[in-house]
């Protein structure tokens, strides 16, 4: 019987249809995770984030924490393999104004975090930025 993950963790490039695995797959995962609200999936009501949500408000200082918690809600809730230690606002508030937010997000990297095993593989960050109509995740 042949294997269609040869590497625990490996997915899809939701982007080339070619296999992908690693950090890559976690960055991904956690954009999929991000763009996702809850209900929006029909066998799955209960995946996703209160981040699409938040999109569209106005950004003074409340609804930044709520972003903060979103994010780190849904990483915690949704994937293992990273552990977040630190997220950062970033911009100024004249860019805030114009809609424009960002976060960046620094933490442990455990590649089979989703088997149970939460042995880290190193620190890793990566933002999670755009304008207010779009969540756009960069990894550093």
């Known amino acids: ?23 890559s797959d976690v960055i991904q995962s956690l954009a999929v995770i991000f763009t996702t609200r809850f209900g929006e999936r029909v066998m799955r009501r209960w995946f996703g984030s209160d981040v699409p949500g938040l999109l569209g ?3 003074v200082p409340s609804t ?3 972003f903060w918690a979103a994010i780190a809600i849904a990483v915690e809730l ?13 911009g100024s508030d004249v860019e805030w104004r114009e809609g424009k937010i960002g976060f960046r997000i620094d933490g442990i990297y ?8 939460f042995t880290p593989a ?4 990566f ?10 995740i960069s990894d550093f």
Request: aromatic share 6%.
């Open 78 to 90: 949704w994937e293992p393999r990273f552990k977040f230690t630190q997220i950062t606002p970033l």
């Open 57 to 59: 408000r106005n950004l």
């Open 122 to 125: 190193g620190p890793r960050s």
């Open 1 to 23: 019987m042949t294997q269609i993950a040869p590497i625990p963790g490996t997915g899809i490039n939701r982007l080339t249809g070619r296999p992908i695995s690693g950090w």
């Open 127 to 136: 933002t999670v930025a755009g304008p207010i109509d779009a969540v756009q």
């Open 110 to 117: 455990r590649p089979r975090g989703h088997l149970g095993d």
């Open 64 to 66: 930044i924490l709520k």
